[in-house]
Nanobody, 128 residues
Framework: QVQLVESGGGLVQTGGSLRLSCAAS????????MAWFRQAPGKEREFVTG????????YIADFVKGRFTISRDNAKNTVYLQMNSLKPEDTALYYC?????????????????????WGQGTQVTVSS
């Protein structure tokens, strides 16, 4: 079992930046592909970005491409989401997720339906 704890959310003005962190428990974090999802009120959860466990490959959704960057520090058991040029439509609860129950190729970035462990989320609010 792994615990994922997000932090770094908050209120920011349009055009501002935030950096989210997701700290994971356990000694095998370095073998977990990780991802960030978000869900706004009344909307479905969106797959924002993912990273392979080696960190060598990433996926980024078109709606945040060029603005958001995912990274990981396996020595710190932490994955990050750097968010720049924020827009009001980025307002949502941001979750990190991991694939824990399967062993995957080091450069594989799982699809949105493959994640099996979730954090509680951190709220990001972008004011106009």
């Amino acid at each position: 079992q792994v615990q994922l704890v997000e932090s770094g959310g908050g209120l920011v003005q349009t055009g501002g930046s935030l950096r989210l962190s997701c700290a994971a428990s356990g000694q095998t974090f370095s073998t977990y592909p990780m991802a960030w999802f978000r869900q706004a009120p009344g909307k479905e959860r969106e797959f924002v970005t993912g990273i392979s466990w080696s960190g060598s490959r990433t996926y980024i959704a078109d709606f945040v491409k060029g603005r958001f960057t995912i990274s990981r520090d396996n020595a710190k058991n932490t994955v990050y989401l750097q968010m720049n040029s924020l827009k009001p439509e980025d307002t949502a609860l941001y979750y990190c997720a991991a694939v824990v129950r399967r062993s995957l190729f080091s450069a594989y970035v799982p699809g949105k339906d493959e994640y099996d462990s979730w954090g509680q989320g951190t709220q990001v609010t972008v004011s106009s």
